[in-house]
C-alpha cells in the first residue's frame, strides 16, 4: 500500500535496463510513492529498447547520458533541471559493467584496459556525476543521492573479480563527496551494499547460482530481493532519514556480520 514518501519529490533514475533491473524496482516504487522521475541509460541500453517499456508505464521521460562523459552528464542535468522547472530530490546510480568479469579474464590476468574501461563506468562515473550536480547547484536540500554496491569491497569473493576494486572505490566516492554535498549543500550521499540480486549484472559473475545459495543460507532474514532493495532506497530517498549521510549500509538480511550458519556447517 503507497504511503505517498515521495509526495512533490523530483528525481533521477540511472540504470534501469530491463524488468530485472534494481533501478526498474526502484523507478516503480517510487513512482509509487508519489515521486516524479526522469530515466536514464547508456545510449546502446535505450537503443535495446526495453527502457521504453517502463518509461510509457510511469509516464516518464526517458533521456540518454553515458556516465563515463562529463559532458553528457551536464546536459542530462540540465534537461532535468529545465524538465522539472526546479532542482531534484533525488538521484540513484544504479551502474556497474566490468569487461574483465564479462570475457572471463582472471583477477590474476587482467587486460587493463578493461579494466581501466570498468572502473571509469562502475567507479568514476559516481565521481563525474556528483561533481555535475555539485557544480550545477542541483539537489534541493535535504535531497539525496544513493549508489549501489557489494560487500566485495570489503571481504574477499574470487569471483568478483576487478569489481570488488570497482565498488570500494565507489563508497570512497560516497564519504569522501558527501562531506562536501554535506557541509555546503545540506544533501546526503549513501551506499546501499546489497545482496546478490540475479539481473544481468549480476548473472555475470561466475557461480552466481551457488553463491546466491550460499549468502541465502548465511543471511538470518535470507537474502534482500530486488523489490527490498527498492524499498531501501525510497526509504533514503524519504524525510525519515535526513541525517543519514556518508554510510555504507548493508542491506543483505545480515550476511556482513554472520561468521557462518549453522545451514553451512551442516553442509560439512
Ligand atoms: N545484481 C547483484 O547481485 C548486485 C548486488 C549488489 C550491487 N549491485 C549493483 O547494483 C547496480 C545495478 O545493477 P543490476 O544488478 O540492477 O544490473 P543491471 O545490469 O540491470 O544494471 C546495470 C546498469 O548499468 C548500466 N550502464 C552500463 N554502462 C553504463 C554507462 N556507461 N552509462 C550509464 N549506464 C551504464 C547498464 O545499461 C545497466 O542498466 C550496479 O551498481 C551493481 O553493481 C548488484
Known sequence: MPHSLLKNKKGIIFGALDDKSIAWKVARLVKEEGGDIILTNAPVALRMGEINKLGEELNSPILPADATKVSELEDLIQKALDHFNGKLDFVLHSIGMSLNVRKKRHYTNQNHDWTHKGWDISALSFH???????????????????????????????????????????????????????KNKKVRVNTISQSPTRTTAGQGVEGL????????????????????????????????????????????????????????????
Open 128 to 182: 563525474k556525476l556528483l561533481q555535475v550536480l555539485y557544480n550545477k547547484d542541483a539537489l534541493n536540500q535535504w535531497g539525496s543521492i544513493v549508489a549501489l554496491t557489494y560487500i566485495a569491497a570489503q571481504r574477499t569473493f574470487p569471483n568478483y573479480n576487478d569489481m570488488a576494486d570497482n565498488k570500494a572505490y565507489l563508497e570512497s566516492i560516497a564519504r569522501s563527496f558527501g562531506y562536501f554535498f554535506g
Open 209 to 268: 547460482e551457488n553463491f546466491l545459495n550460499f549468502s541465502e543460507k548465511t543471511s538470518p532474514l535470507g537474502n534482500a530481493s530486488a523489490f527490498e532493495c527498492a524499498q531501501y532506497v525510497v526509504s533514503l530517498f524519504s524525510d525519515f532519514t535526513r541525517k543519514v549521510t556518508m554510510q555504507n549500509l548493508f542491506h543483505d538480511g545480515g550476511f556482513s556480520t554472520t561468521g557462518v550458519s549453522r545451514e553451512i556447517i551442516e553442509n560439512f
